[in-house]
């Protein structure tokens, strides 16, 4: 390996970081939009629950995909164009075809193409830098890329009470132009195999798993799965401390989805306007960038499993506190108040725990068979949310937005006390 660009060249070259900040200004609130897309069609919270469950399938074999192709053909900048490329076509798509199912395959379409950008934009990081500063590179994509996301929300809050949300679409459009266009400059140099060099950096991959859970080198094994649900057993579980963890973050993901999904339906069908929902949940992704920033420091002072249990416990208050606002004002709810709660719950609690549940997971997988634990993590999370989508859209059509979000609740509690299980366990 011939030796790596260093400090101040290395600083000069990472201005291609910046393609992410109009790429997450189109790509940001795309949960939002959609949501609300598929009610302006007519549909309904199950569509938006298909929707959503599509996404996150097929992102899982996506992540494999992309990142065995950049491994093959070693071109990150045309994987770059391709993936921005493809989310402004679907955008397009989406403002020309007005029906339910077009509307649902295209998302599960940008679910697909947007990943393409992962495993280049982390060679681009590795390449670029020496080892020891791969993590400083990752922090620094993620703080452009909750810029750009925030810089989208505000777009989109600014001019949503002026215009549907078809148009809304159309206008994302010209930010992905805008990073097609800087993603031409990207040079292509020597690519370092995207798989073998995040495994062997801890804390970079923990800083790639912070950006996009979902980073499978390759599917594990049917055996795998096997023996990792053997060991699930009531018998077993309370000793097995990887095992509680993983079922965990499963339960964790199933809650969030659980939630997240019904929420901008929920909100749109109690009378609130678009601009008024994008508005909230521009709050809670401020406050949510706010305290990643600090919530480093945080953790370090603190036990992670009582934190993380802590965390969760605020999370599932702030679950059951929307489900009563959404029972106590009948076909109306508050906006002050769901921003207010949400943010709580989106941003405050979930900042926390997730960082601290990412350095507990780097503490448990050690450094044997990191790839295979890595994507058993990333597998479990992904069923969660699939199966989280789809209990979302039906508890929420046929019982009522105000269960959907209690349920959440009660799961997050769940997860609460499994975390808090860990303490007494060793990894």
């Given at each position: 390996?011939?030796?790596?660009?260093?400090?101040?060249?290395?600083?000069?070259?990472?201005?291609?970081?910046?393609?992410?900040?109009?790429?997450?200004?189109?790509?940001?609130?795309?949960?939002?939009?959609?949501?609300?897309?598929?009610?302006?069609?007519?549909?309904?919270?199950?569509?938006?629950?298909?929707?959503?469950?599509l996404?996150?399938?097929?992102?899982?074999?996506?992540?494999?995909?992309w990142?065995?192709?950049?491994?093959t053909?070693?071109?990150?900048?045309?994987?770059?164009?391709?993936?921005?490329?493809?989310?402004?076509?679907?955008?397009?798509?989406?403002?020309?075809?007005?029906?339910?199912?077009?509307?649902?395959?295209?998302?599960?379409?940008?679910?697909?193409i947007?990943?393409?950008n992962?495993?280049p934009?982390s060679?681009?990081?590795?390449?670029?830098?020496?080892?020891?500063?791969?993590?400083?590179?990752?922090?620094?994509?993620q703080?452009?890329?909750?810029?750009?996301?925030?810089?989208?929300?505000?777009?989109?809050?600014?001019?949503?009470?002026?215009?549907?949300?078809?148009?809304?679409?159309?206008?994302?459009v010209?930010?992905?132009?805008?990073?097609?266009?800087?993603?031409?400059?990207?040079t292509?140099?020597?690519?370092?195999?995207?798989?073998t060099?995040?495994?062997?950096?801890?804390?970079?991959?923990?800083?790639?798993?912070?950006?996009?859970p979902?980073?499978?080198?390759?599917?594990?094994?049917a055996?795998?799965?096997?023996?990792?649900?053997?060991?699930?057993?009531?018998?077993?579980?309370?000793?097995?401390?990887?095992?509680?963890?993983?079922?965990?973050?499963?339960?964790?993901?199933?809650?969030?989805?659980l939630?997240?999904?019904?929420?901008?339906?929920?909100?749109?069908?109690?009378?609130?306007?678009?601009?008024?929902?994008?508005?909230?949940?521009?709050?809670?992704?401020?406050?949510?960038?706010?305290?990643?920033?600090?919530?480093g420091?945080?953790?370090?002072?603190?036990?992670?499993t009582?934190?993380?249990?802590?965390?969760?416990?605020?999370?599932?208050?702030?679950?059951f506190?929307?489900a009563?606002?959404?029972?106590?004002?009948?076909?109306?709810?508050?906006a002050?108040?769901?921003?207010?709660?949400?943010?709580i719950?989106?941003?405050?609690?979930?900042?926390?725990?997730?960082?601290?549940?990412?350095v507990?997971?780097?503490?448990?997988?050690?450094?044997?068979?990191?790839?295979?634990?890595?994507?058993?993590?990333?597998?479990?999370?992904?069923?969660?949310?699939?199966?989280?989508?789809?209990m979302?859209?039906?508890?929420?059509?046929?019982?009522?937005?105000?269960?959907?979000?209690?349920l959440a609740?009660?799961?997050?509690?769940?997860?609460?006390?499994?975390?808090?299980?860990?303490?007494?366990m060793?990894?």
């Amino acid at each position: 390996m011939t030796d790596l660009p260093e400090g101040p060249r290395w600083r000069r070259k990472d201005w291609w970081m910046y393609t992410v900040v109009p790429y997450q200004m189109a790509y940001g609130p795309i949960s939002t939009i959609i949501a609300l897309y598929i009610l302006f069609l007519h549909g309904t919270v199950i569509d938006v629950a298909y929707a959503s469950a599509l996404g996150y399938a097929i992102s899982i074999p996506a992540s494999v995909f992309w990142g065995m192709a950049i491994d093959t053909y070693n071109k990150r900048r045309s994987f770059v164009i391709i993936s921005f490329a493809g989310l402004a076509l679907s955008m397009l798509a989406l403002f020309m075809v007005r029906n339910l199912i077009g509307a649902i395959l295209l998302y599960g379409f940008i679910s697909f193409i947007v990943v393409a950008n992962s495993a280049p934009f982390s060679l681009l990081i590795m390449d670029g830098a020496e080892k020891g500063r791969w993590a400083e590179g990752f922090a620094k994509l993620q703080m452009l890329s909750s810029l750009g996301g925030t810089l989208g929300l505000v777009f989109a809050f600014a001019i949503a009470g002026f215009v549907p949300i078809d148009t809304l679409i159309l206008l994302m459009v010209p930010f992905c132009i805008l990073a097609i266009g800087m993603s031409f400059l990207i040079t292509e140099e020597r690519t370092l195999a995207v798989r073998t060099a995040l495994l062997s950096a801890p804390k970079a991959l923990a800083m790639r798993i912070f950006a996009h859970p979902l980073v499978l080198g390759r599917m594990p094994s049917a055996k795998t799965f096997i023996n990792f649900f053997a060991g699930l057993v009531p018998s077993r579980i309370g000793k097995n401390y990887l095992g509680m963890f993983y079922l965990a973050s499963a339960v964790f993901s199933f809650g969030g989805v659980l939630f997240n999904t019904s929420y901008p339906a929920g909100l749109k069908e109690f009378g609130m306007q678009n601009f008024t929902i994008f508005g909230i949940v521009l709050a809670g992704y401020i406050l949510q960038t706010v305290v990643f920033g600090m919530s480093g420091k945080i953790v370090e002072s603190r036990e992670k499993t009582g934190t993380a249990a802590e965390s969760l416990a605020m999370r599932s208050a702030a679950y059951f506190l929307i489900a009563i606002l959404f029972v106590a004002f009948g076909r109306t709810t508050s906006a002050v108040l769901n921003a207010i709660i949400y943010s709580i719950g989106a941003g405050l609690a979930y900042a926390v725990f997730y960082t601290v549940s990412n350095v507990m997971l780097f503490e448990a997988i050690g450094n044997a068979k990191r790839g295979m634990k890595i994507g058993i993590y990333s597998s479990m999370i992904g069923l969660g949310a699939i199966l989280g989508a789809l209990m979302s859209g039906y508890a929420s059509f046929y019982v009522g937005y105000w269960f959907t979000f209690f349920l959440a609740g009660v799961t997050t509690v769940l997860t609460a006390v499994m975390f808090h299980r860990l303490k007494g366990m060793s990894a």
